[in-house]
């Protein structure tokens, strides 16, 4: 009897304190993406190996924007490709939603656009935005299609062939199919590497409202620091070879970010601290 009271009262007790706990402290948002201890190298035969990444860690919570900087040959995409599954890590751990990117991959839910954006260039705008449904064995929602073309205004060029289209606009149509299944998770590899500056930032400002829409956790590669500066919550630089975090750069200005905004005083100071950050590999090349 005074055994249960006693029971009754402790666990009593510890309910109220986990409640007042949960209440004071925000939960924290879940990982989408989780790198741990990665470390990737390639076999380059006779005995030979090249160590791409090493040690390298990387945590995106979930609806975050992630930006990778780093001087070329860094493994920043050999990153995105261990994300997609693509790759196996040589030691260490790659998590998708607590998952294993090959499974996360089978269901359809990465959205994936990297810079050689191989569009079926027989197939029209509308037919490549449509690719992802029938790569899963899915009846196309041509609603959704329509609204991917709208979003990233291609409208009027439904029935165009690759080969009609600007650069820009074929990057648009190659993001347009990374999002058409709606994907939680979105992997973009120097999507705009080919563009002119000007095209560059009118994509940047699209992605930006894309990204504002929908909040879809997304890890960007590239190697354009006001790009990252724009778009990211958060820009990981990255050290030259092999790869390891060098630098994480939490970016908290206020959104929507507008292009005067790079003209701002505390937006160039993060592009120059970041710029003298990638300089420190590029002097000792
Ligand atoms: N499949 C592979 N076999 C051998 N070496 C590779 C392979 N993939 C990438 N590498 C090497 O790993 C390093 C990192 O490559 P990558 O991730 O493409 O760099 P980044 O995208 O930062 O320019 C480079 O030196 C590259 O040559
Ligand atoms: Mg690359």
Redesign the pocket.
Known sequence: MTESATDTIQSGGSAATAAGSTAAVRPAPAEAIALRNVTMS?D?GRSKR?T?LEDFNLSVAEGEFVALL??????????L?LVTGL?QATSGEVLVEDKAPADLAKSHRLGVAFQEHALLPWSSVRENIALPFRLARRAVDWQRVDELIRLVGLVGFEKARPRQLSGGMKQRVAIARALVLSPDVLLL?EPFGALDAVTRRRMNGELARIWEEQHITTLL?THDVEEAVLLADRVVV?TG?P?RVRHVQTVDMPRPRHADITRSAEFRAVVDHLTDLLDVDRKAE
Request: glycine share 20%; net charge positive; charged share 25%.
């Open positions: 390639f380059l090249m791409a780093g001087p070329s040959g860094c493994g920043k995409s050999t990153v490709r790759e590899d590669v990255l070879r790869g």
